[in-house]
């Protein structure tokens, strides 16, 4: 009997030590790691959520960016740390699609070794042309291009494998034309050789465009997204545009280690969540070209299954392969 009460005993005692710790999280400093250099819209955002976040949880929040390897270095330093909701991954639409890609060199399942905490931000990219080009719409774009038949109709993307190469991919098909894919080393090169003239068109995230549109060397026809864009109102979309039926819509959002605790992660998501009301984090959003979302962690598994099986067919067609 004495036994079983010390037993007892432990095993309560136990049950208030894992209690206490659970109720303490946060109680040392949050890593947000961002698989893209220092400087652009991921890790701007990143920053901006890093300062609300340690507001509201009262614990440092730090970021750090791990770049390389098509998001891949970043992806599986998160996949392989402790799973107790001290580091974040700022995932991009590359996440879901990575293992396709790189099949077992991606080095990780976005469902099996992660848990989403939250879906914060579209993304809505643009088509872009010369502006010397004078087309005035998609429909205009598109029949352009299949007059030449393939022969002199060309696409940028910020590399092989990434959201604008399958977005221009995705077109291609749905338009029911011939376009060749020309790879550059991000979107500045590749914006700056449609401004030449040099490329047809090319789908680009509207913050990269913004200095390019300021100065009117490209010109856009469309948003990619389904609705149009909060950012570019005026804008219509690539569907109502003249190519019915697309949409795509790059996006932003955390995940962290799969074994993390259901209570670490309703606290992150439960924080996060707060953020869609706050008014100096929308307009900074809005200031990037960002749509603001902050979902719960069920409708962001649900997006990004579903986003995940749409781009797979995409490059099962295709056949891309990352360079």
């Avoid at 291609?172 to 050789?193: D, W």
Wanted: proline content about 8%; aromatic content about 8%.
């Amino acid at each position: 009997m004495k036994r079983f009460q010390h037993y007892l005993l432990g095993a309560c005692a136990v049950m208030a030590l894992s209690t206490a710790h659970a109720q303490k999280y946060p109680d040392k400093p949050i890593t947000i790691v961002v698989p893209f250099s220092p400087g652009g819209v991921s890790d701007v955002m990143a920053r901006h959520i890093a300062v609300k976040l340690q507001e509201d949880l009262a614990t440092p929040v730090i970021v750090t960016n791990k770049p390389g390897a098509g998001t891949l270095i970043a992806t599986n330093f998160v996949a392989k740390s402790a799973p107790d909701g001290y580091t974040i991954l700022m995932a991009a639409s590359s996440f879901g699609i990575g293992p396709s890609l790189y099949k077992e060199k991606a080095g990780y399942d976005p469902e099996k070794h992660f848990k989403p905490l939250s879906l914060l931000a579209d993304v809505p990219h643009i088509i872009v042309v010369h502006p010397k080009s004078k087309l005035p719409d998609v429909a205009s774009l598109v029949r352009e291009l299949k007059s030449s038949d393939g022969k002199h109709a060309n696409y940028a993307s910020s590399g092989s494998g990434t959201s604008n190469h399958l977005e221009g991919e995705l077109f291609a098909s749905i338009a029911n034309m011939r376009a060749t894919h020309i790879p550059f080393k991000g979107s500045v090169p590749a914006l700056t050789a449609v401004a030449s003239g040099e490329i047809s068109f090319m789908f680009v995230d509207i913050a990269a465009a913004k200095p390019f549109l300021e100065g009117g060397r490209v010109q856009p026809l469309a948003v990619t997204t389904q609705a149009r864009s909060p950012a570019m109102p005026d804008l219509p979309t690539v569907a109502e545009s003249g190519v019915k039926n697309f949409s795509a819509t790059p996006w932003l959002g955390f995940v962290v280690p799969a074994q993390t605790p259901d209570s670490v992660v309703d606290t992150l998501s439960t924080s996060l969540r707060k953020l869609s009301r706050d008014p100096q984090t929308r307009e900074r959003f809005a200031a990037m070209g960002l749509d603001p979302k902050f979902t719960s962690p069920r409708d962001f598994q649900q997006f990004m299954q579903a986003d995940r099986k749409k781009w797979e067919e995409v490059i099962v067609r295709a056949n891309i392969v990352p360079e």
